[in-house]
C-alpha cells in the first residue's frame, strides 16, 4: 500500500507560480510510475503531467507545456510540479498518484494510489 501526501497548494494571482509536492510512504518508490491529475468543481479528474520511474520521461496535457515542470526525486520518495504563469482555468484540486508500471501512463484507471489533493487558486 502506497500512501501519498501532497503539499504546496495555495491561492496565487493570474501570472503566479507555486511549487506542489507529492510525499510517499513506498520503500520502492522508484519503481512507480508518478502522475499528477487535477479535478476542477463539476469536471472530470484530468491528466496533468506524468514521470516515469527513473525521471528519464515525462509527459504533459497541452494545456500546462511550458509552465509546469515535473520532476522526482527517489532518495526522498518525492515527486514535484512547479508551476509557473498560472491561470484562473488552472483551479482544481491538484491529485497525485502511482502506477506500479515501468512506462508513462496518461488515463486515471491506469493509477492504483491517490492522494487527497491539494486545492490550487489562481485568482483574476
Known amino acids: 500500500q502506497v500512501q501519498l501526501v501532497e503539499s504546496g497548494g495555495g491561492l496565487v494571482h493570474t501570472g503566479g507560480s507555486l511549487r506542489l509536492s507529492c510525499a510517499a510512504s513506498?520503500?520502492?518508490?522508484?519503481?512507480?510510475?508518478m502522475g499528477w491529475f487535477r479535478q476542477a468543481p463539476g469536471k472530470e479528474r484530468e491528466f496533468v503531467a506524468s514521470?516515469?520511474?527513473?525521471?528519464?520521461?515525462?509527459r504533459y496535457a497541452d494545456f500546462v507545456k511550458g509552465r509546469f515542470t515535473i520532476s522526482r526525486d527517489n532518495a526522498k520518495n518525492t515527486v514535484y510540479l512547479p508551476m509557473n504563469s498560472l491561470k484562473p482555468e488552472d483551479s482544481a484540486v491538484y491529485y497525485c498518484?502511482?502506477?506500479?508500471?515501468?512506462?508513462?501512463?496518461?488515463?486515471?484507471?491506469?493509477?492504483?494510489?491517490w492522494g487527497q489533493g491539494t486545492q490550487v487558486s489562481v485568482s483574476s
Open positions: 498518484a502511482a502506477a506500479p508500471l515501468a512506462y508513462i501512463v496518461t488515463k486515471t484507471t491506469e493509477y492504483d494510489y
Open positions: 513506498e520503500r520502492t518508490f522508484s519503481r512507480y510510475t
Open positions: 514521470i516515469s520511474w527513473d525521471g528519464a520521461t515525462t
